[in-house]
Each structure stands twice: as structure tokens, then as C-alpha cells.
């Protein structure tokens, strides 16, 4: 019912930039927070970035100073701006949502843990 889709990882030199994108779709009625995170070969999932519904903004200590998480509420999408990227940040990086949304027969549930499939960020020369 809910669908978090990722979008602009690829290939990129150390030094460089790249921007992610994720938009969520379905029938959502709120969303609480949303947030950034990446999971390397052989590591567990971390967070790169996260922000709350009312603006707060918080960071992996990896990436702070260096990238940057927005919203655009209205269309329910999410960015992330990654500057100086550097080979540990090779990882597959992952949307994820807290929201609020309808299912088919009219039910307001809670999804926490909303993910999405992943957009692969490769950092290398």
C-alpha cells in the first residue's frame, strides 16, 4: 500500500558528489519521519541522516559536514546531498519512512519501519 522508491546512486570518483532522491507513494496520510541510511558488504545497516516531521535533522558522525538531508513535504520526497564522498561510503543506501496511511478497506495503521529497495552508491577510482 505503501511504496518508498529510491533513486540517483551510480558510480562516482572520491572527491564527488552525487545526489539521492526517494519519493513515497500510496495512500499516505502522514509522515512522521524519514530518513537516510546505507549498509556496506559484510556490515550492518547505519544511519546517514535522518529528519522529523517539525525540521530536526540529525547524523551519522561519518557524514556530517559533508552531506545534507531536505524534504519536500508536498510531494512527499526526500533527498540527500552527498559532498567529498570517499570509498567508505560505497554502500547501498536505503529510504526509510515512519507514516501514517490508509489500507484498502479505509483502516488509518502505522507503518514504522517503511523501507525501500536501495540505490547502490559506489565511490572508487
Known amino acids: 500500500q505503501v511504496q518508498l522508491v529510491e533513486s540517483g546512486g551510480g558510480w562516482v570518483q572520491p572527491g564527488g558528489s552525487l545526489r539521492l532522491s526517494c519519493v513515497a507513494s500510496?495512500?499516505?496520510?502522514?509522515?512522521?519521519?524519514m530518513g537516510w541510511y546505507r549498509q556496506a558488504p559484510g556490515k550492518q545497516r547505519e544511519l546517514v541522516a535522518h529528519i522529523t516531521s517539525s525540521g530536526i535533522l540529525n547524523y551519522g558522525n561519518s557524514v556530517k559536514g559533508r552531506f545534507t538531508i531536505s524534504s519536500d513535504s508536498p510531494k512527499k520526497m526526500l533527498y540527500l546531498q552527498m559532498n567529498s564522498l570517499n570509498p567508505e561510503d560505497t554502500a547501498v543506501y536505503y529510504c526509510?519512512?515512519?507514516?501514517?496511511?490508509?489500507?484498502?478497506?479505509?483502516?488509518?495503521?502505522?507503518?514504522?519501519?517503511?523501507w525501500g529497495q536501495g540505490t547502490q552508491v559506489t565511490v572508487s577510482s
Open positions: 526509510h519512512a515512519d507514516l501514517q496511511y490508509l489500507t484498502p478497506d479505509g483502516t488509518s495503521m502505522r507503518e514504522k519501519d517503511s
Open positions: 500510496g495512500r499516505i496520510l502522514r509522515i512522521y519521519d
